[in-house]
């Protein structure tokens, strides 16, 4: 358990952020690209320029969507990690160990490998694939989690076609409308484009999963110094603002979605331009916007744990630790993008494993420490007495079952790990060797809910074609 | 000439006011305007460059020096076109059609100007007919395209066929980018280049135009 | 600004375990294996046991020496980090990754980048030099860090027989007895032999540290399912009954010396019986019991950066960072162990952990709301589908953000076209070109670094080696 969590900011500071920001959609307003969803906003008490596409979005309505609309409900147990892995482009080739571009196989191994990583809590395909029509990847991510994927899962919607068989697909797999809205079991990252702006198809797919209650994941992506100021208080602010502008809008459309705010926030290396991934300045943003989400009542996630390395070094393992262990210690529900290597380089399977075992130990930090009867052990410590030993008791030998034990980290003496040297990347890389040998992907729902989720992707296809 | 010298210096001090003053100044005492651009704007821009890649200047800095450029830039234009003035590499860069994504695109133009290109943005959502339309205009060096969904990457493609079919083809060279862009795409496209990063298109337009 | 109040046990659980250790005070005592406790720790109201050398507490005298016992103040608010004392025999070669012994040129090269990488604040010999004689080392440590190091510096005393020939060398510093007592510039540790055993030259050592009043750091540092419970908690409650056991003895003492308490516990692998110091059973008790020292009003030492890796790898970064920044977030006074790599002494770990100190005070400085940073009139001058970077806010702010310094911004391109150099090369780069190009300047005047140098060479002469010229051997 943890107490008293690391706070970045007072309660006077987080009230001000909250007001900067509904001063943001008030006063510089925001862009919809949908006259529905400007009417929308107008019929609930917005200033709207149709021709501008704006919308000025007055607090009152912001502070209604914040009370009524519902937060994504609590893990089970706190804090428990959502563990999700990265999508991306990139795909770290497993033979080859060198970057290309993602394929529809590299997204099966990738679901077949995140069944069998028990620290990854959320699967997703890891990649975008490129080997299939580029007008629809989202369809067969989709199509492949919804039949193989043993966990929750997380994914991309890029269409309003997309997204409609999506939800056609998640309407077969659960049986009908009200178990779909019961369910939720598709989210959606409502991603406006910073700053400021909401584009059509957002905004349609916002509506689509809100009109089904999906999850939806408020989670704009601010970089610091090109999409939002170059000051981490004002690019939060921005962050928030974006993300109460879909609240908003989702609460206008009567959705009854769980919701969540935070997401990717980036820094740009103003040096050059690049999308930092790892400089000290990230967890701080995001440490703000968890922050700003807790003090409104919504549960919060953000990426963390990336690295800008391209090895499983030293700088790879400190940038994911102190990002990850800065946020777990903030009471961030959801730490995401898993398996990611070298500043958006690829997704990497080798790199997932490892960070499967920093999970395990992460989940054992969540137990933090038991005390009772049993664990404060006084009548034991007392028949030891002064300068006795502790070897060889029950006590000992119970409480040693229930230690960490590493399965790809060593605890080798300095001689006894050289002497049988191989590297944590290899040892990794066999680790999913033997997943992807052992274990093939397995049909997770009937075979007729299969046959039909093939259909609606086959439809696509033949319209697309048409 | 010590108003060369203060107007190169406007560019390194990003100074846009004062940059177009001198410029101002600099035509009506009648320095030809080849003059102003080449050894006061131009040599500003330079040493702003070669600075930018010794890593002593960052982005912003580029871009206020680039904005105090083109400042001056516009006031000698009209005055440019009455010579046999050419452009060091004249480059059209925009988002595809269906992407409004612009941040990486704005950063290669500000990276472009400030190295002494001049740079045309088409803006986002811009279709292959447009691009056609605007290289017919303008008569580019180089096409730049940017593309960050993977649902918009094959206008690219759109983009490159409708060069061809216009006849403008061989004679613009194409670069892409964005995130969900690769190397292979770009070959699969026949790009003539991709840029990773944004960092990254000072050098290939250089090496496309040798200039 | 960040408030590091992480704390991991409730209220109610931090009480257990102190009663805890307050019931085997009270019931099983300590041992203190030097009759001249018996003595101190009788007067002071203890049931002693003269025959086992067993002391046993009551509340009342425990609560005595809690509120009689100066705690150490911590230096600054900012993360600290403290070289790891000189206790490793050996230091890593980089070229061969091979662990040989230290030598009397490691600990001038040690010295020379603990005054050049600015985050370690806290300097030490980093290693025992196998080229002076055993029984001289800690004298010979504590001469070169007084002459050279720029920085306030830590050599623990274990040898008894050091003591005089170490105090000698601070008053030549102090210019006397009373100034050395007033100016502080010594201290020790007083470390447990779990369980609940002191041992005689420890004792002695605390003993004449504490007649200066000079700080004391008091450690236990047992190991679990072997000195100790195998359950954390009970780990825990034996850790503070052997601190409180030492504290009393020392209120016993009747000294002003200000106290530090330090947890230095570590867990066992099952399997082999080694151990271990960076699972998360061991970064779970080292926060208990910075909460629970914290709350006894104490000054926390606890072992902060820790890895039971034994390569520059994603294990050693992701360890350092679980245990070091957890700690940091707990609100820990000095974070230790930096520099170390499994039970050896590396120079590039050093300047590794001197780089993510680099990243962690950033983190520490946390985010300025202000009417500026807020950036409410950028926003509305930028407006939607605007940007940023071309906006004076943004050139006034460019240059505010954290850059490394051995840390890694390459792309998988240009990293593979600069050779895939790791992070730790990188770091091995950084070491040698200080070592090549900086070097070691007396920080005291020259006759005081002359009679540093007598002390020395007599103590290294009585034990049959050999001081020429100076300091060197």
Same mark, same amino acid.
């Given at each position: 358990?943890?107490?008293?969590?690391?706070?970045?900011?007072?309660?006077?500071?987080?009230?001000?952020?909250?007001?900067?920001?509904?001063?943001?959609?008030?006063?510089?307003?925001?862009?919809?690209?949908?006259?529905?969803?400007?009417?929308?906003?107008?019929?609930?008490?917005?200033?709207?320029?149709?021709?501008?596409?704006?919308?000025?979005?007055?607090?009152?309505?912001?502070?209604?969507?914040?009370?009524?609309?519902?937060?994504?409900?609590?893990?089970?147990?706190y804090?428990?990690?959502?563990?999700?892995?990265?999508?991306?482009?990139?795909f770290?080739?497993?033979k080859?160990?060198?970057?290309?571009?993602?394929?529809?196989?590299?997204?099966?191994?990738?679901?077949?490998?995140?069944?069998?990583?028990?620290?990854?809590?959320?699967?997703?395909?890891?990649?975008?694939?490129?080997?299939?029509?580029?007008?629809?990847?989202?369809?067969?991510?989709?199509?492949?989690?919804?039949?193989?994927?043993?966990?929750?899962?997380?994914?991309?919607?890029?269409?309003?076609?997309?997204?409609?068989?999506?939800?056609?697909?998640?309407?077969?797999?659960?049986?009908?409308?009200?178990?779909?809205?019961?369910?939720?079991?598709?989210?959606?990252?409502?991603?406006?484009?910073?700053?400021?702006?909401?584009?059509?198809?957002?905004?349609?797919?916002?509506?689509?999963?809100?009109?089904?209650?999906?999850?939806?994941?408020?989670?704009?992506?601010?970089?610091?110094?090109?999409?939002?100021?170059?000051?981490?208080?004002?690019?939060?602010?921005?962050?928030?603002?974006?993300?109460?502008?879909?609240?908003?809008?989702?609460?206008?459309?009567?959705?009854?979605?769980?919701?969540?705010?935070?997401?990717?926030?980036?820094?740009?290396?103003?040096?050059?331009?690049?999308?930092?991934?790892?400089?000290?300045?990230?967890?701080?943003?995001?440490?703000?916007?968890?922050?700003?989400?807790?003090?409104?009542?919504?549960?919060?996630?953000?990426?963390?744990?990336?690295?800008?390395?391209?090895?499983?070094?030293?700088?790879?393992?400190?940038?994911?630790?102190?990002?990850?262990?800065?946020l777990?210690?903030?009471?961030?529900?959801?730490?995401?993008?898993?398996?990611?290597?070298?500043?958006?380089?690829?997704?990497?399977?080798?790199?997932?494993?490892?960070?499967?075992?920093?999970g395990?130990?992460?989940?054992?930090?969540?137990?933090?420490?038991s005390?009772?009867?049993?664990?404060?052990?006084?009548?034991?410590?007392?028949?030891?007495?002064?300068?006795?030993?502790?070897?060889?008791?029950?006590?000992?030998n119970?409480?040693?079952?229930?230690y960490?034990?590493?399965?790809?980290?060593?605890?080798?003496?300095?001689?006894?790990?050289?002497?049988?040297?191989?590297?944590?990347?290899?040892?990794?890389?066999?680790?999913?060797?033997?997943?992807?040998?052992?274990?093939?992907?397995?049909?997770?729902?009937?075979?007729?809910?299969?046959?039909?989720?093939?259909?609606?992707?086959?439809?696509?296809?033949?319209?697309?074609?048409? | 000439?010590?108003?060369?010298?203060?107007?190169?210096?406007?560019?390194?001090?990003?100074?846009?006011?004062?940059?177009?003053?001198?410029?101002?100044?600099?035509?009506?005492?009648?320095?030809?305007?080849?003059?102003?651009?080449?050894?006061?704007?131009?040599?500003?821009?330079?040493?702003?460059?070669?600075?930018f890649?010794?890593?002593e200047?960052?982005?912003?800095?580029?871009?206020?020096?680039?904005?105090?450029f083109?400042?001056?830039?516009?006031?000698?234009?009209?005055?440019?076109?009455?010579?046999?003035?050419?452009?060091?590499?004249?480059v059209l860069?925009?988002?595809?059609?269906?992407?409004?994504?612009?941040?990486?695109?704005?950063?290669?133009?500000?990276?472009?100007?400030?190295?002494?290109?001049?740079?045309?943005?088409?803006?986002?959502?811009?279709?292959?007919?447009?691009?056609?339309?605007?290289?017919?205009?303008?008569?580019?060096?180089?096409?730049?395209?940017?593309?960050?969904?993977?649902?918009?990457?094959?206008?690219?493609?759109?983009?490159?066929?409708?060069?061809?079919?216009?006849?403008?083809r061989?004679?613009?060279?194409?670069?892409?980018?964005?995130?969900?862009?690769?190397?292979?795409?770009?070959?699969?496209?026949?790009?003539?280049?991709?840029?990773?990063?944004?960092?990254?298109?000072?050098?290939?337009?250089?090496?496309?135009?040798?200039? | 600004?960040?408030?590091?109040?992480?704390?991991?046990?409730?209220?109610?659980?931090?009480?257990?375990?102190?009663e805890?250790?307050?019931?085997?005070?009270?019931?099983?005592?300590?041992?203190?294996?030097?009759?001249?406790?018996?003595?101190?720790?009788?007067?002071?109201?203890?049931?002693?046991?003269?025959?086992?050398?067993?002391?046993?507490?009551?509340?009342?005298?425990?609560?005595?020496?809690?509120?009689?016992?100066?705690?150490?103040?911590?230096?600054?608010?900012?993360?600290?980090?403290?070289?790891?004392?000189?206790?490793?025999?050996?230091?890593?070669?980089?070229?061969?990754?091979?662990?040989?012994?230290?030598?009397?040129?490691?600990?001038?090269?040690?010295?020379?980048?603990?005054?050049?990488?600015?985050?370690?604040?806290?300097?030490?010999?980093?290693?025992?030099?196998?080229d002076?004689?055993?029984?001289?080392?800690?004298?010979?440590?504590?001469?070169?860090?007084?002459?050279?190091?720029?920085?306030?510096?830590?050599?623990?005393?274990?040898?008894?027989?050091?003591?005089?020939?170490?105090?000698?060398?601070?008053?030549?510093?102090t210019?006397?007895?009373?100034?050395?007592?007033?100016?502080?510039?010594?201290?020790?540790?007083?470390?447990?032999?779990?369980?609940l055993?002191?041992?005689?030259?420890?004792?002695?050592?605390?003993?004449?540290?504490?007649?200066?009043?000079?700080?004391?750091?008091?450690?236990?540092?047992?190991?679990?399912?072997v000195?100790?419970?195998?359950?954390? $908690? &009970? !780990?825990?409650? #034996?850790?503070? %009954?052997? @601190?409180? *056991?030492?504290?009393?003895?020392?209120?016993? /003492?009747?000294?002003?010396?200000p106290?530090?308490?330090?947890?230095?516990?570590?867990?066992?692998?099952?399997?082999?019986?080694?151990?271990?110091?960076?699972?998360?059973?061991?970064?779970?008790?080292?926060l208990?019991?910075?909460?629970?020292?914290?709350?006894?009003?104490?000054?926390?030492?606890?072992?902060?950066?820790?890895?039971?890796s034994?390569?520059?790898?994603?294990?050693?970064?992701?360890?350092?960072?679980?245990?070091?920044?957890?700690?940091?977030? $707990? &609100? !820990?006074?000095? #974070?230790?162990? %930096?520099? @170390?790599? *499994?039970?050896?002494?590396?120079?590039?770990? /050093?300047?590794?952990?001197?780089?993510?100190?680099?990243?962690?005070y950033?983190?520490?400085?946390?985010?300025?709301?202000?009417?500026?940073?807020?950036?409410?009139?950028?926003?509305?001058?930028?407006?939607?589908?605007?940007?940023?970077?071309?906006?004076?806010?943004?050139?006034?702010?460019?240059?505010?953000?954290?850059?490394?310094?051995?840390?890694?911004?390459?792309?998988?391109?240009?990293?593979?076209?600069?050779?895939?150099?790791?992070?730790?090369?990188? $770091?091995?780069?950084?070491?040698?070109?200080?070592?090549?190009?900086?070097?070691?300047?007396?920080?005291?005047?020259?006759?005081?670094?002359?009679?540093?140098?007598?002390?020395?060479?007599?103590?290294?002469?009585?034990?049959?080696?050999?001081?020429?010229?100076?300091?060197?051997?």
């Open positions: 358990m943890i107490f008293n969590r690391l706070d970045i900011l007072t309660p006077e500071e987080l009230e001000r952020i909250v007001d900067t920001s509904c001063s943001m959609l008030e006063q510089a307003g925001f862009r919809f690209e949908w006259d529905f969803a400007l009417n929308l906003m107008r019929e609930h008490g917005c200033k709207v320029d149709m021709d501008a596409q704006m919308v000025w979005i007055p607090r009152r309505l912001v502070m209604e969507a914040l009370e009524k609309m519902h937060p994504l409900a609590a893990p089970q147990e804090p428990k990690l959502f563990w999700a892995p990265w999508i991306g482009m990139k770290i080739d497993h080859t160990q060198q970057p290309r571009s993602g394929t529809l196989q590299d997204c099966k191994n990738i679901i077949n490998v995140v069944n069998h990583l028990e620290n990854v809590s959320v699967s997703s395909t890891g990649v975008v694939p490129q080997d299939v029509d580029n007008r629809l990847p989202d369809l067969y991510m989709a199509e492949l989690l919804f039949k193989y994927s043993e966990k929750i899962f997380t994914t991309w919607t890029f269409t309003v076609d997309t997204c409609r068989d999506i939800v056609e697909m998640a309407l077969a797999v659960t049986g009908g409308e009200k178990e779909l809205k019961e369910s939720a079991i598709i989210n959606y990252l409502a991603e406006p484009v910073s700053p400021l702006k909401l584009s059509r198809h957002s905004l349609e797919i916002i509506k689509l999963y809100g009109e089904m209650n999906q999850a939806i994941n408020m989670g704009s992506m601010v970089q610091v110094g090109t999409t939002g100021p170059a000051t981490l208080a004002g690019s939060v602010a921005l962050q928030l603002a974006e993300d109460l502008a879909s609240l908003a809008y989702l609460y206008c459309l009567g959705s009854q979605s769980p919701v969540s705010l935070g997401g990717p926030m980036q820094v740009a290396d103003l040096k050059n331009g690049n999308c930092l991934y790892a400089p000290p300045e990230l967890p701080l943003i995001h440490l703000g916007i968890v922050a700003c989400a807790h003090h409104l009542g919504y549960l919060s996630g953000c990426t963390s744990g990336l690295t800008e390395t391209n090895y499983p070094d030293f700088q790879n393992g400190w940038d994911r630790g102190m990002s990850m262990i800065l777990w210690a903030a009471g961030s529900e959801a730490l995401g993008m898993r398996g990611q290597i070298g500043a958006g380089q690829g997704f990497s399977l080798d790199e997932l494993a490892l960070e499967n075992e920093m395990g130990m992460m989940m054992k930090l969540s137990q933090g420490i005390v009772n009867d049993d664990t404060l052990a006084l009548d034991i410590i007392e028949s030891v007495g002064i300068g006795g030993s502790y070897s060889k008791l029950d006590h000992t119970k409480h040693f079952g229930e960490w034990k590493p399965e790809l980290f060593s605890h080798e003496a300095f001689e006894e790990y050289w002497a049988n040297y191989k590297h944590l990347a290899l040892r990794a890389h066999e680790k999913v060797e033997r997943i992807l040998e052992s274990y093939s992907l397995e049909l997770q729902i009937p075979q007729d809910v299969a046959d039909e989720i093939d259909r609606i992707r086959d439809r696509r296809i033949e319209r697309l074609k048409g | 000439m010590e108003l060369f010298e203060k107007i190169k210096d406007s560019i390194i001090e990003m100074d846009e006011d004062k940059a177009g003053e001198l410029v101002r100044k600099a035509l009506a005492d009648g320095i030809p305007p080849m003059d102003i651009l080449g050894k006061g704007l131009v040599a500003g821009i330079e040493i702003v460059g070669e600075r890649k010794a890593d200047l960052f982005l912003p800095e580029v871009m206020a020096s680039a904005k105090a083109k400042k001056g830039f516009e006031l000698i234009s009209p005055r440019l076109k009455e010579t046999n003035y050419t452009p060091r590499a004249r860069i925009g988002s595809v059609e269906g992407d409004i994504h612009d941040i990486g695109k704005n950063i290669v133009i500000s990276l472009l100007q400030g190295n002494g290109y001049e740079v045309y943005d088409a803006g986002v959502d811009v279709s292959p007919s447009k691009f056609v339309e605007l290289a017919q205009q303008l008569k580019p060096n180089i096409l730049g395209m940017s593309a960050l969904l993977t649902t918009t990457m094959a206008k690219m493609q759109d983009t490159v066929k409708s060069l061809e079919e216009a006849g403008l061989g004679s613009i060279k194409v670069i892409v980018g964005g995130s969900c862009v690769s190397a292979e795409f770009a070959a699969q496209i026949s790009a003539d280049a991709y840029g990773e990063n944004a960092g990254d298109a000072v050098g290939i337009v250089k090496n496309l135009t040798s200039i | 600004m960040i408030f590091r109040k992480l704390k991991i046990l409730s209220d109610e659980e931090m009480m257990k375990i102190v805890g250790a307050f019931r085997i005070l009270k019931n099983t005592g300590c041992r203190f294996d030097d009759e001249k406790c018996m003595d101190e720790l009788e007067k002071q109201g203890c049931n002693v046991n003269r025959d086992l050398l067993v002391a046993r507490f009551s509340e009342e005298i425990i609560f005595d020496a809690l509120d009689n016992m100066a705690s150490l103040t911590p230096l600054d608010d900012r993360p600290k980090a403290r070289v790891a004392s000189a206790t490793a025999r050996k230091i890593l070669d980089y070229k061969t990754k091979k662990m040989r012994p230290g030598l009397a040129r490691d600990v001038r090269d040690v010295i020379l980048l603990c005054n050049n990488l600015k985050n370690i604040t806290m300097a030490s010999a980093g290693v025992m030099a196998s002076v004689p055993e029984g001289a080392i800690e004298v010979y440590n504590t001469g070169i860090l007084f002459k050279y190091s720029e920085k306030l510096f830590n050599q623990w005393i274990t040898d008894p027989d050091s003591v005089e020939a170490v105090f000698e060398i601070a008053k030549i510093i210019g006397s007895e009373e100034r050395l007592s007033e100016l502080k510039i010594l201290s020790c540790m007083l470390d447990s032999t779990s369980p055993t002191y041992l005689k030259g420890r004792l002695k050592i605390a003993r004449e540290y504490a007649r200066l009043n000079l700080p004391v750091a008091i450690c236990a540092a047992p190991q679990t399912g000195t100790a419970p195998a359950s954390l $908690a &009970g !780990c825990l409650v #034996l850790c503070v %009954a052997e @601190m409180l *056991a030492g504290l009393v003895w020392l209120r016993a /003492l009747d000294t002003k010396s106290v530090a308490l330090g947890h230095l516990a570590a867990r066992t692998d099952p399997v082999k019986g080694r151990r271990l110091s960076a699972t998360p059973e061991h970064t779970l008790m080292n208990g019991a910075h909460q629970i020292i914290r709350y006894l009003g104490y000054t926390a030492g606890i072992s902060g950066f820790s890895s039971d034994c390569d520059f790898d994603l294990q050693m970064g992701w360890e350092k960072a679980v245990s070091g920044v957890l700690s940091w977030a $707990a &609100g !820990c006074d000095m #974070l230790g162990r %930096a520099g @170390m790599i *499994a039970d050896g002494f590396s120079i590039e770990q /050093l300047a590794l952990e001197d780089e993510v100190l680099d990243m962690l950033r983190v520490g400085e946390g985010c300025v709301v202000d009417d500026d940073a807020l950036a409410l009139e950028v926003v509305k001058k930028v407006g939607p589908g605007g940007n940023f970077l071309a906006e004076r806010h943004t050139l006034s702010h460019a240059r505010d953000f954290w850059t490394p310094k051995i840390f890694s911004r390459k792309n998988y391109s240009q990293w593979t076209a600069e050779g895939k150099k790791t992070v730790a090369d990188t $770091a091995h780069e950084k070491v040698s070109e200080i070592i090549s190009k900086k070097s070691l300047s007396l920080q005291i005047p020259e006759d005081k670094a002359k009679a540093i140098d007598e002390i020395v060479g007599k103590r290294i002469e009585k034990l049959g080696g050999s001081l020429k010229g100076g300091d060197a051997l």
